[in-house]
């Protein structure tokens, strides 16, 4: 008996087992697949009308076609970047077989279960470092969080243009990413919770169709076939469907979480916020004139702040290998002489790519001088002179994991007295706020904020300056830290009040920061600007540096010219 592929439907229990991707592809001139008992957990599969994914194109890279970014299952590949006790999602013990056993839990820490990987396939990477099930374990958990009958929307970022038809590079929406892995635009994903068990939900993604002659000009799609068999969606559409098929969808629900952008001025494309925007915006569907309103809408950002805030183990390990190649290419920059700041950017942005990230995370500061007291300074236009300190904020990003790594240096190599002291006074807060950066010491960034305010007050008093807690700020005006992740500045909203707990990632980054004509400070040191950051995973009993790699000791420094 055969079944129009479309038609098939899973057991929801086993739907959101994640799929192989590495497995077969059905030939797109063949839409019926030949039908065969399915395994419990597992998704059914085709073994008819195949082809070797190999050989189609996409518009992202699969294990089979990008072999050098995306691996095929091999359980516990980023335990090397990883101590022992910092694992937030994934724990290895020994077992007297080859494969290793699980304890997996869900991203906020709850339902504990423990199983034996019998198909690797499910550990195929769909983006650098993040498998198939982890992305499944995400919805998951999302849908754990959702209440009964609810729905959660998301749409991907539209592309970004710098002038006219000159586009940017593509940047996926954070949310959307972390629960699909899916990089492309005009696209959008539907969680719909249809009971109460945390695996009773569908999803649903919205995507634009293959289009051999738009994809001549601009570039590989992945489809809407691949939205299904690589990236897990239980029902999978033409983004042209949504006008007429998410109304239906909407109507059984209780609630939507959703994170609706506010219609722009010039947003006359169709991209997938717009879509949505006009959807909710609008209160009829028919000429009839039946009145259609929706469900109450509520702000999806507060649950997915919390599922992304906490690490797994794999995104460690994204992260960890962004802040070791980043780290590697600011100690080399360290060791050369500089006559210019843009040389330095682009040696910077050369490093990253080469030594394995996919780029620059953000646009980094690259400041000589005086210029350091320009928290985000990004010119980088001007000359570099012996005698001064530069500043450099910068980090790469591997697999949409972000590193912010600072660091402050002589032009020269050879730190001045003057340097000496007040880069060994912030280096002496840096290590101690960071030091509190674990799960035992029941801290917050707030609270860490406030020892290091004090801590600077104390060391800038002994080297002579006239401060005090109420008016450090003059000379210390950011914040300690922020949260990192997929984004530099992450899970916006979540508050810097609440504890650090295992698999929190945050910056640390104490600055002071002279200014050149205020006569209150000492001669010496004015003009000079300096900050240290490094990016920290939080573990229960001490820190783990993910930038450990990037030298900030003065002899150090020193020793590499």
């Known amino acids: 008996m055969k079944f129009p592929w479309s038609s098939f439907r899973c057991n929801p229990l086993a739907s959101h087992a994640a799929q192989p991707s590495k497995a077969l592809w059905r030939a797109k001139h063949n839409n019926i697949c030949t039908s065969h008992r399915q395994e419990p957990g597992h998704r059914w599969h085709s073994s008819a009308a195949a082809v070797s994914a190999a050989d189609l194109r996409f518009g ?76 499944a374990d995400r919805r998951t958990a999302l849908a754990k969080a959702m209440t009964q009958g609810s729905i959660a929307i998301l749409h991907a970022a539209p592309v970004q243009y710098k002038s006219g038809a000159v586009f940017h590079p593509y940047r996926q929406e954070s949310n959307f990413f972390y629960l699909t892995g899916w990089d492309e635009d005009d696209a959008v994903a539907v969680l719909e919770k249809t009971g109460t068990s945390e695996l009773d939900y569908r999803f649903h993604m919205f995507v634009r169709r293959k289009d051999a002659r738009d994809e001549q000009w601009n570039g590989y799609r992945n489809g809407v076939d691949a939205a299904r068999d690589i990236f897990n969606a239980d029902e999978a559409y033409s983004i042209d469907g949504l006008d007429s098929l998410l109304p239906e969808v909407l109507k059984s629900a209780r609630l939507i979480y959703a994170d609706v952008p506010q219609q722009q001025h010039n947003d006359s494309a169709l991209h997938a916020g717009s879509r949505i925007w006009r959807l909710f915006s609008t209160t009829t569907t028919s000429s009839s004139g039946r009145d259609s309103s929706y469900p109450p809408q509520t702000p999806l950002y507060p649950i997915m702040n919390k599922l992304r805030v906490v690490k797994s183990a794999a995104e460690v390990a994204n992260m960890r290998k962004a802040g070791q190649q980043s780290g590697r290419a600011i100690t080399e920059a360290m060791r050369r002489p500089w006559q210019r700041e843009k040389d330095l950017h682009a040696f910077l942005d050369y490093e990253f790519i080469v030594n394995g990230c996919s780029g620059p995370a953000y646009i980094p500061v690259i400041a000589g001088g005086d210029r350091a007291n320009c928290i985000h300074y990004t010119v980088n236009n001007s000359t ?178």
């Open 60 to 135: 992202q890279p699969v294990h089979e076609t990008h072999p050098h970014i995306l691996q095929a299952g091999e359980p516990g590949h980023y335990e090397s970047f990883l101590p022992g006790s910092c694992s937030p999602v994934y724990k290895l013990w020994e077992t007297a077989s080859w494969r290793p056993k699980f304890e997996r839990w869900l991203p906020d820490g709850t339902e504990t279960r423990k199983e034996e990987k019998a198909d690797t396939s499910i550990n195929d990477t769909v983006t650098p470092g993040i498998t198939a099930q982890e992305y």
């Open 384 to 561: 570099l002179h012996e005698g001064q300190f530069v500043l450099v904020d910068a980090g790469g990003e591997y697999g949409t994991y972000i590193t912010d790594i600072s660091r402050t240096w002589p032009v020269s190599g050879k730190f001045s007295a003057p340097q000496r002291d007040l880069y060994e006074a912030v280096l002496k807060v840096q290590r101690s706020s960071i030091s509190l950066c674990r799960a035992t010491a029941n801290m917050s960034l707030e609270d860490i904020h406030g020892i290091t305010a004090r801590g600077l007050v104390t060391q800038l008093k002994s080297l002579g300056f006239d401060v005090s807690i109420s008016n450090v700020d003059e000379l210390f005006p950011h914040h300690v830290g922020h949260y990192i992740g997929l984004d530099v500045h992450d899970c916006p909203g979540y508050s810097r009040r609440e504890k650090l707990r295992r698999g929190h990632c945050v910056t640390i980054e104490p600055g002071i920061y002279v200014p050149t004509d205020d006569e209150r400070w000492p001669k010496h040191f004015r003009g000079l600007g300096i900050r240290i950051e490094d990016s920290i995973c939080v573990d229960d009993d001490s820190p783990f540096i993910l930038s450990t790699e990037a030298v900030k000791e003065v002899d150090d420094i020193e020793a590499l010219r």
